[in-house]
């Protein structure tokens, strides 16, 4: 079985040392990368730097990342693609440069998206149901790893409260600055900030617009681990490549499970509507059938895409 620390030995044939993920179009792998081709991006970067890994790079570091609306419908659109995608297991999403994960939303775009014409009318002034970068509000079926490589303000924020694991660089921040602006972080953050940090921390970090540093975060429970900003991606790259390694089925369930239990007040009522959702599929399934077999011969499973 992978662990994190061996699991590092394989994927570094797909990114180098220094954490650079090479250009995958002149790469040769041993392994499949997708059945449908990578969908065409303008403000993101679609990757995928190990076998059954999505990275998604946010690619609009000299405005630290904010996204105007078409980017944030953009990534709507990769994130469902990724979630249909039958050989991509983990997402990962980060920003480009040093300084920013996300700024959240371009504020001065947002400022003409009233008297434009040149947005879809249902685009113009609104999110897609999937949230801010097509991530905050997303239920999905994949888990997605935020490797946060600076400030994380506004969407970027309600972003990573709605990720699956946080790993953070220690320069990253993470804020909510809209009573400074008169807005509100309506694309997902209140319930979630309940969730995560509890009812007054969740109103110290909203009523305030409080900074919370990295150190801060991962005393609160919200990053798992600070790593150098140099390594983050890799790290990132390794975490999702051990999920990866797993049982595609147990990883969709098991996830579902843990996020009804994360949104439905009873626990007994969680488990039942997981069950009754998977239970039969993923015993039924071709997965379940193969990691028994591999754990009685002692082998590794040779895991097939999920058809839950």
């Not at 994960?101 to 999937?130: I, V």
């Not at 239920?139 to 790993?167: M, Q, T, W, Y």
């Not at 309940?194 to 540093?213: D, E, H, P, V």
Request: one cysteine or more.
């Amino acid at each position: 079985m992978l662990t994190l620390d061996t699991y590092s030995d394989q994927v570094t044939s797909y990114v180098s040392q220094d954490g650079a993920l090479p250009d995958t179009t002149d790469m040769a792998p041993s392994f499949k990368k997708t059945v449908t081709p990578l969908p065409a991006a303008t403000y993101v970067l679609v990757e995928i730097p190990a076998p059954h890994v999505l990275l998604v790079t946010m690619n609009l570091a000299a405005q630290m990342n904010a996204l105007p609306m078409k980017a944030v419908w953009e990534m709507d659109r990769i994130w469902r693609w990724f979630d249909n995608e039958p050989e991509l297991r983990v997402g990962i999403i980060t920003g480009a440069g040093t300084k920013a994960f996300s700024a959240g939303m371009d504020l001065k775009e947002r400022q003409k998206l009233g008297e434009t014409t040149d947005y879809p009318t249902n685009a113009r002034l609104n999110y897609p149901s999937t949230g801010f970068a097509g991530l905050s509000r997303r239920v999905g079926r994949k888990p997605i790893i935020a490797a946060c490589n600076g400030h994380a303000h506004g969407g970027g924020f309600e972003v990573v409260l709605n990720s699956d694991i946080v790993l953070a660089s220690p320069n990253a921040d993470f804020r909510l600055p809209d009573v400074l602006r008169g807005t509100a972080a309506l694309a997902g953050a209140f319930p979630r900030l309940c969730r995560t940090f509890g009812l007054q921390r969740a109103n110290l970090i909203a009523l305030t617009a409080y900074t919370l540093s990295a150190e801060e975060a991962q005393q609160w429970g919200l990053v798992q681990r600070i790593v150098p900003l140099g390594d983050l991606v890799l790290e990132a790259v390794r975490m999702a490549g051990l999920i990866a390694s797993m049982s595609p089925d147990s990883v969709i369930v098991s996830r579902a499970g843990i996020r009804e239990a994360w949104k439905t007040a009873s626990v007994e009522r969680a488990t039942q509507i997981t069950g009754d959702a998977y239970a039969d599929r993923l015993m039924g399934g071709e997965n379940v059938k193969e990691g028994l077999l591999a754990f009685g011969e002692k082998r590794e499973p040779r895991w097939v895409p999920s058809k839950l």
